[in-house]
């Protein structure tokens, strides 16, 4: 059986370039849409990527959370792949697929979080749980005002990927045996 080693590369560097991209994102509001959209599509298969792997991981082990990890893999993937090949239609596919997306990211990690007190201390805990919370009402409110989504895209995705970052670098971090 495998021991929690405390430290994970993978969800401290993803986490580090959520944060970068969030940053520029809110610097650069009228940037060239195209260039944004390649790096969020990006972002978009690798964060995908990493909700399958966790579903291959944890899937015997537990029940219907990493499913929710599975679906949030799925679409993270697809939207990073169209977001890949159709640069052009970025704004419209940002305006509908990163609420979505949002959704089903937060979703699945607040299934999940009871299992991640096992493996976090308390401190990475309630923050990973309250930026998912926060995460999940963002969505929620993308989704039900595509008017304000649209006026205020640039904003709120730049505020979400730093949040997602420093909750994958504090998860990272976050391990058991942890002096963090």
Not at 53 to 63: L, P, S
Not at 120 to 125: G, I, K, L
Not at 158 to 172: F, K, M, W
């Amino acid at each position: 059986m495998r021991r929690y080693s405390g430290f994970s590369w993978m969800q401290f560097i993803i986490g580090v370039l959520l944060v970068i991209l969030g940053i520029w994102t809110l610097c650069h509001p009228g940037a060239a849409l195209t260039g944004v959209v390649i790096a969020y599509g990006l972002l978009a298969v690798l964060t995908g990527i990493l909700d399958i792997v966790f579903y291959v991981k944890m899937e015997r082990y537990t029940g219907f959370g990493p499913m929710l990890s599975l679906v949030s893999g799925i679409l993270s993937v697809m939207a990073g792949i169209m977001l890949l090949v159709y640069p052009g239609a970025g704004s419209v596919a940002i305006a509908v697929l990163f609420p979505l997306w949002f959704l089903a990211h937060c979703i699945s990690r607040l299934v999940t979080q009871p299992r991640i007190m096992k493996y976090v201390n308390s401190f990475s805990y309630y923050l990973t749980l309250i930026l998912n919370i926060l995460g999940l009402i963002l969505a929620v409110l993308m989704l039900f005002s595509p008017v304000f989504t649209l006026m205020s895209l640039d904003t709120i995705i730049g505020c979400y990927l730093i949040l997602l970052g420093v909750d994958g670098i504090i998860l990272a971090f976050g391990g058991r045996n942890s002096r963090w």
